[in-house]
């Protein structure tokens, strides 16, 4: 029988609240610092929730040409950006003619993840054919011509794929707040399966618009803690009253670990088991006793022979909402046994918001970096305890621990509940 292909992370590239790259993001989660604030991009007064962990970006500023500035929404430039980070930090120099180490363009993928897309361009946009909705007819003339990029999902691996000279699998991956997660679960399956070597996954998603808070606000899932934006995001506190709408992306380069060893590339963890599953119950309600994530992690960790008293570190989907928060709090339980009381949970959303379907692939970032060095984030805010939510959520203080074993989980709108399973590379030999 062949053996099973192995998945490394090779290579992380992030973009997010407060912070600029991958080493900026962790010193910031790490110190515990939130990055929410009052919304700058429009005024927010007309909404409930006013409050968002907005980045401070310019595409031009971190190495776009004007022209992919000018032709791209900011969900495709923060891609852009995470990736060419991610990329330097694997090694690879791709479409470099003749090097030892350049891969077989054949054998990359690109698997990106987006809950909205170009939310953002898609409404400038009609804001300029109406006349700030002025007409019923709208007006063609005032529209840009690359409205129709903005409109199609696969604009942002198309970039990737073209920016990186990749002609393996390009796919994008859209399953609502779950959306990171399986992008880089699907991108390390396509390792696992042998069709392709080299896979650049992650998410990007730009949602902070009037028309994405707008739609948030009617089922009142964000906060309307306006007066202290800096507390406003508090996951698993009975205080906790919504979650914080942000913005980021984060790419990873994952690689069959054999193709990483041959050209001598550090490794910051494997990717051993990933699994999603959907609860069929509700379009945005979650059952309290957690089972279909409960039984994402478990298949997760099924894959790769682990059992639940290894894991170290379960890094949450964390959103800061009643429901959410009750019922990841069960599914730990649920999969992990007797041994969840004893794990470390933590949710950087209280530091950066949630970035919709970016801040899956975010969070196995965290996860990533947590394994590598040994750091476990705090979770931000956390004062005063839920009955409800009663595991150990590493509250305000980064934790120093040593971790073999991290599950990074999400749960999205529709029903979709996911779990990836991240060890040390040097927990098992080959």
């Known amino acids: 029988m062949q053996d099973r292909r192995r998945v490394v992370v090779t290579g992380i590239g992030v ?18 610092r939130t990055a929410t604030r009052r919304i700058t991009f429009f005024d927010p007064t007309r909404f409930r929730s006013q409050v968002a962990a907005e980045v401070d970006f310019d595409g031009r500023k971190l190495g776009l040409s ?28 791709f479409g470099v003619g003749g090097a030892d180490d350049a891969p077989d363009p054949d054998r990359v993928g690109v698997t990106l993840g987006s809950a909205v897309g170009a939310t953002m361009r898609l409404e400038q946009e009609y804001v300029s054919v109406s006349d700030a909705g002025r007409l019923w007819e709208v007006d063609p003339r005032y529209a840009s011509r690359y409205l129709m990029h903005a409109l199609v999902p696969s604009c942002g691996a198309t970039e990737l794929a073209v920016r990186f000279g990749a002609h393996g699998p390009a796919t994008v991956v859209s399953t609502g707040c779950t959306s ?88 910051y963890c494997e990717v051993t088991g990933y699994a999603s599953r959907c609860n069929a ?17 478990t298949v997760a960790l099924g894959q790769g022979r682990i059992h639940p008293d290894e894991v170290g570190y379960v890094n949450a989907h964390g959103s800061g909402t009643k429901q959410n928060d009750r019922h990841e709090t069960a599914a730990v339980k649920r999969s992990l046994g007797p041994a969840a009381g004893r794990v470390a949970m933590s949710s950087i959303k209280s530091m950066v918001g ?59 709108f529709g029903g979709f509940q996911s779990a990836i399973v991240l060890a040390s590379p040097t927990r098992r030999e080959s």
């Open 15 to 32: 973009v997010a609240p407060g912070s600029m790259g991958r080493e900026g993001f962790w010193d910031m989660i790490t110190a515990g």
């Open 66 to 93: 004007a022209q992919e500035v000018h032709r791209n929404d900011r969900f495709v430039q923060m891609a852009m950006v995470a990736a060419d980070e991610a990329v330097a930090d694997s090694g690879l120099r």
């Open 180 to 267: 990171g997660i399986d992008s880089i679960g699907y991108g390390a399956q396509l390792v696992e399966d042998g069709d392709a070597d080299v896979v650049l996954a992650g998410a990007s998603d730009a949602p902070i618009s009037p028309i994405s808070m707008a739609c948030f606000d009617t089922i009142r899932a964000t906060t309307d803690s306006n007066d202290d934006p800096e507390h406003a995001s508090k996951p698993f506190d009975a205080r906790r009253n919504g979650f914080v709408m942000g913005e980021g992306a984060a790419v990873l380069v994952l690689e069959e670990l054999e193709h990483a060893r041959a050209r001598g590339a550090e490794v």
């Open 281 to 297: 119950f509700h379009m945005t309600g979650l059952k309290p006793d957690g089972l279909e994530m409960a039984e994402a992690i």
């Open 354 to 412: 949630h970035s919709l379907g970016a801040i899956g692939s975010i969070e196995v970032a965290a996860t990533a970096l947590a394994v590598s060095r040994g750091v476990l984030p705090p979770t931000a805010n956390y004062e005063v305890p839920d009955p409800e939510c009663d595991l150990d959520y590493v509250p305000k203080v980064a934790r120093e621990q040593k971790v073999d074993v991290a599950i990074s989980v999400g749960s999205g």
